[in-house]
């Protein structure tokens, strides 16, 4: 056989898996458009992506209606904007909605390659990984980013504001005409909030919180695959906590309630990976136990110091 014919038949796998690659990457893409044109389907007179958007507001016009102002308002500054935001929204969580559809995807073109016990180790994490983050995500809106914006915006006191501009409504008889004071002294400071400024936070909140909550799929796996132990993840706990704590002091803001949950979540996530990185070692004990690749240590205690050497 000459060399040429050797070449050829080595460099013919490799066209079968790129061949195989660029299929699953067409489903994965022709997907993510689908999943992002369903957020621009109507539903009662406004796009899917619009009412995410009001969903994703609510902490912070929650906040300010707790501050005072009895209709708050968002705005944008510029024509394309809000379209922009739109469309943001749809790549965000079209993405969401179509990465059972690409996972699938990129299942199917790695697990050929896998071992039985490989694909049945691998399965349970690429599953866990989607509902940590979606509860990592839930909990961002539903608790850091309600307390975020009460912090940033309690700097300017929206009631007081009005009190100041408009007069206080309460002291007023009825029937009468707000007006503005002219004798007040100073600028006047209010929250004119934009769209795209007060939705970026809220989606970080959710990024940060969606990724940290990953750790115990992370760690898990690393211990699964003999990267790390659960002795080791113990021994530098203390290091652990450091880490926590400059995480929570640079992904929210300088609150100490918002920077404690935090700290008292992610690191409860890192115990509970000690636990199940333990529980992986314990079941890979056993199982080489039973396939007799080693004895138990009090076997190894009792044999002669020659015949450990």
Excluded at 71 to 81: A, C, I, M, V
Excluded at 126 to 145: K, N, R, W
Excluded at 226 to 254: C, D, F, H, Q, W
Aim: with cysteine.
């Amino acid at each position: 056989m000459s060399q040429t014919e050797n070449i050829d038949d080595s460099t013919a796998p490799l066209i079968e898996h790129l061949a195989e690659l660029r299929t699953r990457l067409i489903r994965s893409v022709i997907a993510f458009i689908i999943a992002i044109t369903v957020f621009f389907i109507p539903i009662q007179g406004e796009f899917i992506a619009v009412h995410v958007l009001n969903f994703l507001m609510e902490p912070i016009v929650d906040t300010l209606r707790d501050l005072g102002d009895p209709s708050p308002t968002l705005q944008y500054t510029s024509p394309q904007e809000y379209l922009f935001t739109l469309f943001r929204i749809s790549m965000v969580f079209g993405f969401a909605l179509a990465f059972p559809v690409i996972g699938f995807q990129m299942w199917r073109f790695v697990a050929p390659g896998l071992y039985r016990q490989e694909k049945n180790a691998f399965l349970p994490f690429l599953i866990a990984s989607p509902v940590m983050f979606l509860l990592g995500a839930s909990f961002a809106q539903f608790v850091v980013t309600p307390l975020a914006m009460a912090f940033f915006l309690g700097f300017a006191d929206v009631s007081s504001v009005l009190a100041i501009v408009f007069g206080n409504p309460e002291n007023l008889p009825d029937g009468a005409v707000i007006t503005p004071d002219a004798a007040t002294e100073g600028p006047t400071i209010t929250f004119f909030g934009k769209v795209n400024e007060s939705l970026d936070i809220t989606l970080k909140f959710i990024m940060a919180f969606g990724l940290c909550f990953q750790l115990p799929v992370l760690l898990t796996l690393m211990g699964k695959a003999g990267l790390v132990s659960s002795e080791g993840l113990g021994n530098v706990r203390k290091y652990a906590m450091v880490g926590i704590l400059v995480l929570a002091a640079v992904v929210t803001p300088p609150d100490v309630i918002t920077q404690l949950i935090l700290f008292t979540v992610v690191y409860g996530l890192y115990e509970v990976s000690i636990w199940l990185v333990r529980r992986v070692e314990k079941k890979r004990d056993a199982q080489l136990r039973e396939e007799g690749y080693f004895d138990d240590e009090d076997d190894l205690g009792d044999m002669p110091e020659e015949d450990l050497k």
